[in-house]
């Protein structure tokens, strides 16, 4: 499975915990439990300023997985943990600002290798 090494400038990290909600008839009891034992993590990055050739390799990469079909590994540069992810669906963007290129996006977890 390829590894994501290109560069990024910033990194954000959302953790969630599925939780099923159920409401009953009279609208306010409620009954709560996890869908799941596994945490959803969802990992924000953001280019470094890029050349369009810079900018082409990322895109090379996301077009290689075909956007959310194919995973991939990646290294969470706060705890140092692999993980399975894939691109969250629509999340790939590159912007063109003063002459500069920068692209964000997002992966999903799939749990950690």
Known sequence: MPLFSLDYETFDESVEYP???STFDDQ???QRRLKSA???RTF????????????QAYR???????GA????????PEDGVTYNVRFVPGSFKSSFIDGIHRCSF???SLGAV
Do not use: G
Request: no cysteine; glycine share 0%.
């Open 19 to 21: 939780v099923l909600i």
């Open 28 to 30: 306010s009891s409620e």
């Open 38 to 40: 596994m945490v959803a």
């Open 44 to 55: 924000t990055l953001r280019s470094p300023a890029l050349t369009y050739a810079q900018l």
């Open 60 to 66: 090379d990469f996301y077009d290689a997985r075909q």
């Open 69 to 76: 079909l194919t995973a991939f590994t990646f290294v969470n």
């Open 106 to 108: 997002q992966f999903k």
